[in-house]
């Protein structure tokens, strides 16, 4: 059995590296994948208290997160297709569709 410590760790370096690259990059599909290590980073934490704690609310937590995820990941995919179809690019940068 993993010690609780380290699965806590183990998901901050998975969050750090999430935020960072959320924060510093330019590709929308990256940006996509970053918050997926995030939502990710959450389900480890659940799954981790769920087993110290001997309780199943974490797992169901986790659960439910995942079927966020799988939503967010098509959403997501589906405006990133249109975008790409209307600019040409999918750098979010260069995205200016709101602007005036």
Known sequence: M?????????SMALLCIGVLGVLTRRNAIVILMSIEMILNAANINF???SQTLNNLVGQIFGVFVIVVAAAEAAVGLAIVIALYRNRGTINVDEINLMKW
């Open 2 to 10: 993993i010690p609780t410590s380290e699965v806590l760790i183990f």
């Open 47 to 49: 799954i981790a208290f």
